[in-house]
């Protein structure tokens, strides 16, 4: 063999041998593909399980933390009778369910996740039926017997089953979610060694094709081939770094979803916890509320003894100005406590004969400020407007309830009308309204209108047609819940496109008329004085203040911590006539112990003290009896039990048989008589 064809005879075995070594590497390239391709989709696989095991998790914490919220939101509607909080218990029920419907349908492919669902749905059901009759006693302002019922849901069995399920359901979750993370785990780890080898192929090729370009030097068609071949083999080693690179960028992609989604369980806890000390608290506040009237009682009655004492010995100036100002932060401590319970809480009305066109000028100052600059507000009053028997403060709320609503239904701009005139109604005229004189009041906008469909609901509670965060369903219900009690009715007139007109009729009341805005006189010189009186407090700190204020009345105060007590000191002592005790008190309430002392003395005075009303019941509960909200001052004390003891004077002194009827009862037979 000649040289040159042992030349030609080792090109050929190198060629021969680079050639096998390419394509034993292209082998290995295609399968290491096919592998890392099926690795990843596997992998994405586990990740995509693994989110469906979060989504299901944050569903059941959702439905948990949502069932919680309105369960808390309920507990507080019901104490303190706020529509937006009912709008929050009603809204949050209704996503609890709307997300355990979602739950169902990630849960339908597993058979024990969608069982344990199932149940899940059953036990929903049955506590929202239980809620809602607590919902429904709030919604109808019967605050005690909806903290019965309330009361009663929570002793329910319903709740620890939501809570196994709730938890169940979790675990399960967490079971797949520890097994896919380790299949998710195992998987990255086998791309990543993939990866790996790719990259020593890459190299390889690269060699290679350095290689064949040294054994294809010596001839231009080699080379070229040779060039041509290295570059084939470049090109494939960039697309798998690109590929490798896009992996690798998939991977820090999911990482971080994984990163988010844990930060978002984590807040779903704390939420839920957050929920959980807003129910605590929600049962808590009539308790506080109540407590704090106590403490001021005690406060504003301790300061105006110092005061007088202080006067009678001719003390200083500057002490009497502490006094004044310790007096003053106690009073708008006491004003911070009635606004907070003040606005459609569950108390009896306490109606006073009123100047409807007085309340209706001394309003338009903060209508102005409330509805805006761009509602035009025109009045319409007859000048001989009658006057009515109604609760003040509940027929304001009314007013502005109507002006926000007309302000809404206007888009913030347009002419408001509030007008006042007499009216002689026939019986069966307008709703339930019996025949005789009233007093209408009229608020009439120029926006939206309503259609008969919405007219027909608007008065059903929780109905809107606003957007949600707008409105809450309740004022209209309010209304004509107030305007009932009232012995009145509600008419409404509306038509699309043109306006709405809400007519509140009032029965009229021939009567005295309390001033809009009354400012407290000073204790009469001629109060009566010297009386016995058994004064019944169950806190020890209000009874010794109460019985110092009484004291420095003049009365005779017997004092007792209990209405067992009071029935006992009762039995010894016939010559008291007149009983000031406290609403709210353990075992025995103050209207229980009115109640079973009349049984035996019907002529017997009471005189109510309570810092929250509503806490004992309905104004059928405070019958027979006059009302003093704590906290209040000697000088309110003194006229409430000289209008007890007068009321008692005047009952025991021979009377005309009309003297009996009751001051609206006696104005509406003399108007119907006029």
Not at 253 to 275: G, S
Not at 421 to 441: F, H, K, M, P
Not at 476 to 491: D, N, P, W, Y
């Amino acid at each position: 063999m000649t040289g040159s064809e042992w030349e030609g005879s080792g090109r050929s075995w190198r060629g021969g041998i680079a050639l096998g070594a390419a394509l034993v590497l292209a082998l290995m390239l295609i399968a290491l593909i096919l592998r890392v391709s099926n690795a990843a989709h596997a992998r994405d696989q586990a990740a995509s399980a693994e989110r469906h095991a979060y989504n299901v998790m944050l569903l059941v914490r959702g439905v948990g933390g949502s069932m919680a919220r309105s369960e808390a939101a309920l507990g507080r509607f019901i104490l303190n009778g706020d529509p937006n909080v009912g709008t929050i218990y009603y809204d949050e029920w209704v996503d609890a369910g709307s997300q355990l419907d979602q739950l169902k349908a990630l849960t339908h492919d597993d058979p024990d996740q969608a069982q344990l669902v199932a149940g899940l749905d059953l036990l929903y059901d049955q506590r929202g039926d239980e809620l809602a009759q607590a919902a429904a006693q709030a919604a109808q302002r019967k605050g005690w017997q909806a903290v019965k019922l309330f009361s009663r849901a929570a002793e329910s069995n319903t709740v620890p089953s939501i809570t196994r399920s709730l938890v169940a359901i979790e675990q399960g979750q967490r079971q797949i979610l520890a097994t896919r993370a380790q299949q998710s785990q195992d998987l990255t780890s086998e791309a990543n060694s993939f990866a790996y080898l790719l990259s020593l192929t890459g190299i390889a090729l690269v060699l290679v094709a350095v290689g064949l370009g040294f054994a294809t030097a010596y001839a231009l068609a080699e080379r070229r081939r040779s060039d041509a071949l290295a570059d084939e083999e470049t090109g494939r080693a960039f697309s798998l770094e690109s590929a490798v690179a896009e992996r690798t960028r998939e991977l820090s992609q999911t990482n971080r979803r994984l990163e988010t989604e844990m930060a978002e369980r984590a807040a779903a806890e704390a939420q839920l916890r957050q929920a959980q000390k807003m129910d605590a608290v929600g049962r808590l506040t009539g308790g506080i509320a109540h407590d704090f009237n106590n403490m001021l009682a005690v406060v504003v009655g301790g300061l105006e003894l110092a005061r007088r004492r202080l006067e009678k010995m001719g003390g200083g100036d500057e002490v009497t100005r502490q006094i004044d100002s310790a007096m003053e932060g106690a009073e708008r401590a006491a004003a911070l406590t009635r606004r907070l319970l003040g606005f459609a809480r569950a108390e009896p009305l306490l109606p006073e004969g009123l100047d409807p066109a007085a309340l209706i000028a001394g309003m338009l100052d903060m209508l102005d400020r409330t509805i805006g600059e761009r509602v035009e507000i025109a009045t319409e009053v007859a000048p001989d407007a009658w006057s009515v028997w109604v609760d003040k403060h509940q027929l304001e709320n009314a007013i502005l309830n109507l002006a926000v609503n007309a302000r809404d239904a206007m888009a913030g701009h347009g002419r408001l009308l509030i007008a006042l005139d007499n009216l002689a109604l026939d019986d069966g005229e307008v709703g339930d309204a019996a025949a005789g004189d009233y007093v209408r009041i009229r608020v009439e906008d120029v926006g939206a209108g309503m259609s008969a469909a919405v007219l027909e609901r608007v008065f059903e509670p929780f109905f809107t047609t606003k957007p949600a965060g707008q409105g809450t369903g309740l004022g209209l219900s309010q209304i004509f819940g107030f305007v009932r009690e009232s012995q009145g009715e509600v008419a409404i007139r509306s038509t699309e496109g043109v306006g709405t007109a809400v007519s509140l009729y009032l029965p009229r009341y021939a009567g005295a008329t309390a001033s809009v805005d009354p400012i407290e006189p000073p204790l009469p010189a001629n109060a009566p004085t010297g009386e016995p009186i058994l004064l019944v407090e169950d806190d020890p700190r209000v009874l010794a203040a109460t019985r110092g204020a009484l004291e420095e009345l003049g009365h005779r105060p017997v004092a007792c911590e209990s209405g067992t007590e009071a029935l006992a000191l009762l039995e010894t002592r016939p010559d008291l006539r007149l009983i000031v005790t406290d609403v709210v008190m353990p075992g025995m309430t103050g209207p229980e112990l009115i109640a079973a002392v009349r049984l035996q003395r019907p002529d017997i005075g009471a005189l109510f003290v309570s810092g929250f009303v509503g806490e004992a019941g309905d104004a059928t509960n405070l019958a027979g009896g006059e009302l003093l909200r704590k906290p209040f001052t000697i000088a309110q004390l003194g006229r409430a039990v000289g209008d007890a003891l007068a009321k008692l004077d005047a009952a025991a002194a021979p009377a005309p048989a009309t003297a009996r009827i009751s001051a609206p009862r006696r104005a509406r037979r003399a108007a119907a008589a006029g």
